[in-house]
């Protein structure tokens, strides 16, 4: 069951959360600090099945009719493993909640709690952003979140520019991903942005805010912003050539490597920076 779980976590995705938990840290002067331990365990495998198993609950009508589902783009579970899931989640993150009001600022702790619950809700009633066009894309600012409570949570202020910067680029990035998923979603009636506007207009729509997060990055940091917006043009204009969800899948495996290049590239100077003294 715990090798089932581990899956339905969808651990090729980890690098959502635990990318930009690392990054937090190192925008906070620390190269590494035992402080981040406990957030790290965190956002691994417990955090995760609390994204992904709460989708898979509430998905099973959808899932159960998409091709791509049942392997490491995402799960389909079964009725019987509805249980095990929300147990699960419970025990893996209302302790680690606890602990973080506990022992660190409430400022960070407020972020922490936002970041699970916009999850929560993302996926479950009576909220439910996902099927709700435009809501679905722009609940997804919660990736960025750690960018703002790790460096609260290590006692520094957050780079806010980068903060918004993730979330525009999470909502150009939900859209984009979400074209592949038009067929399936429109016959179950769930309308996301992608069935409201369709692939094209969806591939502009995430345009716009990938030129919004590369000129938030480029206030910070020009390297980024540059992989950034050239990622980004490579993704959309194959959808704008050629509309259609069939094309959106085949291009969805660069869009799960975009966030492991841009990160490189910010991450390395980053290390390179701390480790020879150029930042503070």
Known sequence: MLRRLLTISRPVLWVNTIGTTVVGMWLAGYLWTPAIIPIL??????????????????????????ARKGGYEGAKIYPNEVVPIWVTVILTNVPFLIYFAITLPWQATAWMVAYSLFFTFYSAPPLRFKARKYLDALSNTDYAFPLAFVPLALGVEPNWWLV???MAWSIAKHAYDAIQDIPQDSDTGIITTAVHLGP????????IWWAISTALFAVVNIPVAIANAIIAYLLVSGVIKDPTPKKAHDLYKYSIAFPYVAGAVGGFQLVVGLTFGMYP
Do not use: C, H
């Open 41 to 66: 365990i965190w956002v691994t495998f417990p955090f995760n099945l609390l994204i992904y198993g709460i989708n898979d609950i509430f998905d099973q009508e959808t899932d159960n009719i998409n």
């Open 164 to 166: 918004a910067g993730l």
């Open 200 to 207: 094209r207009n969806t591939a502009i729509w995430s345009a």
